[in-house]
């Protein structure tokens, strides 16, 4: 892909909690529509990157220079990322296990009119979504009636709902089995396809044969 094709920067990425640094001179370049992991051991740093860049540890909090989409990054909350079509999906999903997964899908973004929420808009549109992640469950599922594989396609359903530009997962394969791990990197595949980037967390090293178009390496913070 050519240079214009570069969706994210980050240069010179430094995070300190007090006296530790946690990350320092990070750089990062992820172009659209690409498959990006980055590796590392468990206290590497990877997660803090992923906080850094989704506005969980805000603009301020860290030094260097965050570029998306063409503009500088300045972000204080999730919110402000997702607003520019970034969405972060942690290794602790942050689905409520009494809802139905459509309810899940628009949590906080209900299909509504006049106040009112639509439920035949509900599940009609949080069916497309699960199509798109191949998931054939009935959206009116609760999500603690699934497993994990199928709880983390939930979650990507969720963001796809966003108009998500560029995809966080934290150790997305982490705990899934064999099949379910398989799937997942297909839907990665497939959304990738479609155009949207995908930035990924892992520390097992087959998922990055599997599909990973580049990798970025992080040892001690760098």
């Not at 994990?148 to 108009?163: F, P």
Request: proline share 3%; glycine share 8%.
């Amino acid at each position: 892909m050519s240079s214009n094709d570069t969706i994210l920067t980050m240069e010179n990425i430094t995070k300190t909690f007090g006296p530790v640094k946690a990350l320092t001179d990070v750089n990062l370049s992820v172009d659209r529509g690409e498959i990006h992991a980055i590796c590392g051991e468990n206290g590497a740093g990877k997660s803090t990157l992923m906080n850094v860049l989704s506005g969980v540890y805000p603009y301020g909090s860290y030094s260097g220079k965050i570029t998306f989409d063409g503009k500088e990054c300045k972000y204080h909350t999730i919110n402000d990322s997702e607003a520019d079509g970034i969405v972060i999906i942690h290794q602790e999903l942050a689905l409520s296990p009494f809802l139905s997964i459509a309810e899940n899908i628009f949590i906080g973004n209900e299909q509504a009119k006049g106040g009112v929420i639509d439920w035949d808009k509900t599940r009609a549109e949080a069916k497309k979504l699960l199509d798109r992640v191949g998931l054939p469950e009935d959206p009116d599922t609760k999500v603690m009636d699934i497993g994990v594989g199928k709880q983390q396609l939930v979650e990507i359903a969720k963001a796809l709902s966003k108009d998500v530009k560029l995809l966080i997962l934290d150790e997305p394969t982490s705990g899934l089995d064999p099949v379910s791990r398989e799937e997942l990197l297909e839907v990665f595949e497939y959304l990738a396809s479609k155009g949207i980037s995908i930035l990924f967390s892992t520390h097992i090293t087959s998922d990055l044969d599997k599909c990973a178009d580049q990798i970025t390496y992080i040892k001690d913070g760098q």
